[in-house]
Each structure stands twice: as C-alpha cells, then as structure tokens.
C-alpha cells in the first residue's frame, strides 16, 4: 500500500538490473507512491538484465546512457525532462562495478588501468551525473540525489578491494556536490549506507555470504534487505526530508555502530570449545 509520498513527482533510476537490484526495489515503490519515472543503464547491461522488463511492468521509458560519458548524461536528462514533461525531482545513483575485484586481483597488486575504471565507473559517474544535471538545470527546486555506498568507506572489509576507495570517493563527492547544489538550487544530496546484501553486482565480492551472515549478527535489528533500502530512498525522495543533505546515512541494522554481540561471542566460544 502507498501513501502517495512521491505524487506529482519526476525521477530518474540508474542502475535496475534486475529483480535482485535496490535500483529495481526503488523504481518499483516510485511508482507505487504516484511518481512517474525513467531508468537508464548501460546497453549491454539492458541486454543481460531485465530492465526492458521492468519498463513494461512500470509503463516507463528506459534510456540507455554509460554514466561515465558525459554525453549519454546529457541525453538521460534531456529526454527524461520530455518524456516526464517537466524537471527531475529526484535522481538515485545505484551504479557500482570493479573490474580488479572480478579478476580476483589483490588489493596491493591492481590493475590500474581496472582502478581508474571503477572510480570512474563507481563514483566519479556520480558527480558527472550532478554536473551534467546542473548545467542543464534539470532538477527542480528541492530536489533530491541518492547514491548507494557502503560501510567499507570507513572501515576495511577483506575482498571489497578497490571498491572501498570508490564509496569513499562517492560519499566524499555527495558533501562537496551537496554544499553546490544546496547553496545554487536548493538541491539535496545525500548517500545511504545499506547491510551486505545479496544483488547481482555484491555476489562478486569475495565471502559475501560469509560477511552477510556476520552483520546479520553483529547488527541489533539484523541486516536491512533491497526491500527496506527502498522504502528509506522513498523517504529520502520525498519532502519529508527537505532539510537533510550531505550526509551519509546508514541503513543497516545497527551495525555501524555495534562493536560486539553476544552472538558473535557465542559463535566464537562454540567454534573453540
């Protein structure tokens, strides 16, 4: 059930794969709550995804784009604005990719060719997706971006690898874009660090369901699923928040905060018993 949270309102999702994605969760519940939309993604991920799919179930147009081009950017926004008729209310990054981490390389032995990818393909997009949007001025008067990031920003985690310097990379850019947008246009912009969980592009890290089961247990309120992450984005869309920018909000249980749980103790003395 909706509660028209996001009625009247224009959006642009980056990012929905498939029914595993958030980026799919949030474009789902847009629309649920009486928001009209795009999606866009890249050509080849359209053709080994289900975004077409998506577009059907949601009556939306999907925009191919690669978001490190600034050109296809352009395109998103431009077209987005006709299609939707009118400015972008909010705009939600969910794009995140690490050719060293699907290599299996190493943190102390990357391919920098590969780095210099996935700070491109992983947060530098986000802050030519804010540009692009500006210099267009395609988004409306309180408007809201999202991006989607990760504890291991802060904290090192064993095989997120250079992943972890792109989200620290993008939450460092929503503060310094944020400050921008805020000042110039009245926009918001904010990141949203969510639980471990199970999408197409978190298989790819090593011991994943090694690490979900950890912060399920370390995390008081256990791990945040896509589902939720989408109702909090919702929330983040919406007016409800007009206020809140240049944050990095953690949505995940508790844990960032915990340093330990009895269940872990518990496992630990079982294991070594």
């Known amino acids: 059930m909706g509660y028209n949270l996001l009625k009247g309102k224009r959006g642009v999702i980056f990012g929905a794969l498939n029914e595993q994605s958030i980026a799919w969760k949030v474009a789902v519940k847009a629309v649920e709550e009486g928001a009209t939309i795009t999606l866009s993604n890249t050509a080849m991920a359209m053709r080994m995804g289900q975004t077409g799919e998506l577009a059907k179930q949601l009556n939306c147009e999907v925009i191919a784009a690669d ?5 296809d950017l352009e395109q998103v926004f431009v077209k987005s604005q006709e299609v939707l008729g009118g400015k972008i209310d909010f705009v ?6 690490s050719p060293n981490v699907r290599k299996g390389r190493e943190y102390d032995d990357l391919d920098y060719n590969f780095y210099a990818k996935t700070l491109d ?9 804010m540009q692009v949007a500006k210099k267009l001025d395609a988004i409306a008067e309180g408007g809201s971006i999202l991006a989607l990031t990760h504890i291991a920003a ?10 972890a310097d792109a989200k620290s990379t ?5 503060r310094g874009f944020g400050y921008v947008y805020g000042r110039d246009k009245n926009v918001r912009v904010n990141t949203i660090s969510q639980s471990p969980t199970p999408t197409t592009a978190g298989s790819g890290i090593g011991g994943m369901q090694s690490f979900l ?9 256990g791990n945040a699923n896509a589902d939720e992450c989408a ?9 409800l928040t007009r206020k809140v920018t240049m944050q990095n909000l953690f949505h995940d249980g508790g844990f960032s905060t915990t ?9 630990f003395i079982n294991k070594n018993a």
């Open 121 to 129: 393909i992983s947060a530098v997009s986000f802050h030519k997706m």
């Open 154 to 163: 802060q904290r090192i985690f064993a095989g997120y690898n250079d992943m």
């Open 67 to 71: 978001a490190t081009v600034v050109e």
């Open 259 to 267: 340093g330990l749980t009895s269940a872990i103790v518990d496992e």
């Open 170 to 174: 993008l939450e460092s850019i929503a």
């Open 92 to 97: 939600l990054h969910s794009i995140g990719m």
């Open 213 to 221: 089961s950890f912060a399920d247990k370390m995390s008081p309120l």
């Open 231 to 239: 109702d909090y984005c919702i929330v983040m869309f919406s007016d």
